[in-house]
């Protein structure tokens, strides 16, 4: 396949990965795995020898009609979506970039979605396969597109999210979708006790509304379809209009919210069940966070230890993620069974601990 126009040419480096992953592996050399480096701040450092995808990119298949993509690790990510914005189609998970540099390696590795991710689903529900390097170099395919996955593993999915740890990421296959023929932002003037009691009770209609995020006093909201559905509810819901560059803002953390030089408390992504209470936090008001996902997820800072934001955000039924580095891991710490099949993992795919050690937490 040709290059895309204004892009860089199509390069297959697999093998010469798989040759420095194997020589590594033999001499027990840890590898920290570099796509972008935009999102190098969420997790551990790793102490490794660096291994760059950067050259590793194209898109060597991509079928508009069957809605299928496969692409290159080192591909940069603002390069695949313009090449499916040129089809009218797009990645229905609104993946974050942080930055020009971002590659769609990172954008698998770390899993993150941006505001449409309850009403379209997460990176992991579009991948359909992968193909990874595994600690002797091997190039191996898995998912629906190739063949079956092994040792009763499904090795496509638990690569989202692993940052790394598991094997080199050198191709992901991707289910795509169809851009909405209509999009209107609204913001509506209300207290967050209204705001979340009225998503609930449009969560139980056929609206087309594909994000909800409350902060400021205000509840945003993002409307996609159909011209007659997405005016029908516009009229009904009323608000102000609100435009449409909030969405990528907020997905980019470029907001007021996160970008305030006044405010040098860590800042906190707290991931809990839609209508759980505000956090117990000593330095923690609610109405000061930004409530993402119609609430499911909570951006907030506070100066509270991070085994207390931890500690709260499980007794709420969620997770916490501490977004500001620090010296500890930022995630929520694995219960002792959970603990038990990563460390398993681990030492079934990567026995030597070569690909980015310690990323996530210190005992993988």
Known sequence: MAPHQGSLPDRDISETLGERIRRADAEGTPL???????????????????????EHRGIPRYDPVELIVSVRAGTP????????????????????????????????????????????????DFVLGVRLIDRHGASLRFGGEVMKNVAGYDLSRLMVGAQGCLGLLTDVSLKV????????????????????????????????ITAATWFDGALHIRLEGGPGSVDATGRRLGGEPLGAT???????????????????????????PQQAPAPDLEDVDETAMLHDWAGAQRWLRSTAPDE??????????????????????????????LAKYHRRLKTELDPNGIFNPGRLYAEL
Do not use: Y
């Open 77 to 124: 990510l603002a390069e695949l979506e313009a090449r499916l914005d040129e089809q009218g189609q797009r990645l229905p998970f609104e993946p974050p970039h942080f930055g020009d540099a971002a590659t769609v390696g990172g954008m698998v590795a770390t899993g993150l979605s941006g505001p449409r991710r309850p009403w379209a689903g997460a990176v992991r």
């Open 246 to 272: 909030f969405w990528p803002a907020l997905r980019e953390q470029q907001l007021a919210f996160f970008t305030r030089e006044d405010d040098a408390r860590p800042l906190w992504r707290l991931s809990l």
């Open 177 to 208: 979708l169809p851009k909405p023929s209509a999009q209107r932002s609204l913001r509506l003037e209300m207290p967050l006790a209204e705001a979340r009691r009225r998503l609930v009770e449009w969560g139980q209609e056929p609206l087309p």
């Open 32 to 54: 920290r795995i570099v796509g972008g480096d935009t999102k190098a701040f969420l997790g551990n450092t790793v102490d490794g020898e660096p291994l760059s995808t950067r």
């Open 308 to 337: 207390a934001v931890h500690a709260e955000a499980c007794r709420l039924g969620g997770h916490a993620t501490r977004w500001t580095p620090g010296e500890q891991t930022p995630f929520t710490p694995l219960s002792p069974v």
